[in-house]
């Protein structure tokens, strides 16, 4: 594969930017069970209200592919994508500006969704973009509550100067019933883990790596080693192999992120390690994949790190159920309003909408959002050229913290950024706490959950400005 040039050509992951402590848990659920203390010192990822698998999905594919890159097709691995039969993957692809004739494809079912579509692209020799979200939820009181994180992550594979290349893999599945989700439950079913454990895993861990080292060339096991489940079996997988897991420290941070994980630590070992070193994925979910992979050249640095730095701890554990929707407050009249999804006027501006399209004037190059006939600055007709503005920075230049209207997230922040080129556009902003937005600060767009039609059971998504990382997009 390393003479074709075909292999892995950029990796990209997205985490969002609650953070719920194993400490918090503990303290309040200790009382109940206090095996729960066993999770102090880890922290879990969290999505705010207006996150869920494809908003984390858009935001991870972004940083893992530019606009030029040629993608003809795309496959979506979650097992909580928002709609049963609209095409998530499809909302994506309009998110992201991906042509309409690009192949696309939902893949869920197991948490090795991912892991089993990156080793089908890799062995079929086929370009594609491979995205992982996951944001599911577990019950309060729970283990999974303290260490089921949210996140997403993206991997492109395809023809060009690879960073990555397979050089062995094997798989096994088994019905092995280690914990279930039933359709049309929000929670987990989950077994003792130590029969999980013993009785389960670890056998068939070992007999399936062995068979992927053989196939690598590689006589006992590879330089790194990432292990794909749950925080405890993780361990004890990692130990039977005779390694360390270097992505425990990765999940100690944003915890287990389900079907996105496997891309996660992927992309966490691309950072860690050097070129010409090999890799070791055990991806585990009713049977287990083992992917050995050799980087080829130094990945780019702390893009996951970064992000996993960068959350806020929340400290109050009523908002946290809030914004997770697993507790229902009082929201009074001001949230009983009938959002009805007028279907034909989104499809009419449905670029607009999902793609965050304006138009620049071909007379005098003033950009301008929503794209109309005339433009606004020198009233020529017909002269706008459509123009993706999800990427471009932005500017606030004015805002208000509304503590009057509602939003499942008081106060609602919203106010006029500026694009440059003439483009001033009044949005809501996300990821921002009250008193944190000046004028003059710059913002980048995410793509995120604008409102809820609940009788319809539909979501409407729009982009939302949030304060830049580093003073830039990170």
């Not at 209207?405 to 902003?429: C, H, Q, S």
Request: proline content about 5%.
């Amino acid at each position: 594969m390393s003479e074709s040039g075909f292999g892995i050509l950029s990796s990209g992951s997205y985490v969002p930017r609650g953070r719920l402590t194993g400490e918090l848990v503990a303290e309040t659920h200790g009382w109940f069970d206090p095996s729960l203390k066993s999770t102090a010192g880890t922290s879990r990822s969290f999505g705010s209200w207006d996150e869920d698998a494809l908003t984390m999905a858009v935001e991870a594919a972004r940083s893992c592919i530019d606009g030029a890159d040629p993608l003809s097709r795309v496959e979506l691995a979650s097992t909580s994508l928002p709609y049963a039969d609209r095409s998530n993957v499809g909302v994506l692809r309009e998110a992201l500006g991906l042509p309409e004739t690009a192949g696309l494809t939902d893949s869920g079912g197991s948490l090795r969704a991912a892991s089993s579509a990156l080793l089908r692209a890799l062995e079929a020799g086929q370009s594609c973009l491979i995205v992982a979200s996951d944001c599911v939820d577990s019950k309060p009181a729970s283990v999974g509550e303290a260490t089921l994180g949210h996140a997403a992550a993206a991997i492109r594979v395809g023809t060009g100067t690879p960073m990555a290349i397979l050089r062995g893999s094997a798989s096994r599945h088994q019905d092995f019933v280690d914990h279930y989700r039933a359709a049309g439950e929000r929670f987990s079913y989950t077994l003792e883990a130590r029969w999980t454990r013993d009785a389960g895993y670890r056998r068939q861990t070992a007999e399936t790596h062995a068979a992927a080292m053989a196939q690598a060339g590689i006589a006992d096991h590879a330089d790194r080693l990432v292990v794909s489940a749950p925080p405890a079996l993780a361990k004890a997988i990692a130990k039977s192999l005779g390694q360390d897991d270097l992505g425990a420290t990765l999940s100690a941070r944003i915890g287990y992120c389900a079907a996105a994980q496997p891309l996660l630590l992927l992309r966490h070992a691309f950072e860690q390690a050097q070129a010409g070193e090999t890799i070791a994925l055990v991806s585990i979910g009713q049977g287990i994949d083992v992917i050995v992979l050799e980087l080829t050249a130094p990945a780019a640095q702390n893009g996951l790190a970064a992000q996993a730095d960068a959350g806020a701890e929340e400290t109050n554990y009523a908002r946290y159920l809030t914004l997770r929707r697993l507790l229902e407050l009082e929201e009074g009249i001001r949230a009983e309003r009938d959002n009805r999804t007028a279907q034909a006027a989104f499809w009419r501006k449905h670029e607009a909408i999902t793609g965050f399209v304006g138009g620049r004037c071909r007379a005098c190059g003033t950009l301008q959002f929503p794209p109309s006939r005339v433009c606004v600055e020198c009233g020529a007709e017909d002269s706008q050229t459509p123009q993706r503005m999800s990427a471009l920075p932005g500017t606030v230049r004015s805002f208000t913290e509304d503590w009057l209207a509602f939003t499942p997230n008081p106060p609602l922040i919203f106010g006029n950024v500026g694009f440059g080129d003439g483009a001033n556009v009044m949005m809501e902003f996300t990821d921002v706490s009250p008193g944190e937005l000046e004028v003059g600060m710059p913002v980048a767009l995410r793509f995120r959950i604008k409102d809820f039609d609940h009788r319809r059971r539909f979501r409407r998504y729009f982009w939302k400005p949030a304060p830049a990382l580093g003073g830039g997009d990170g």
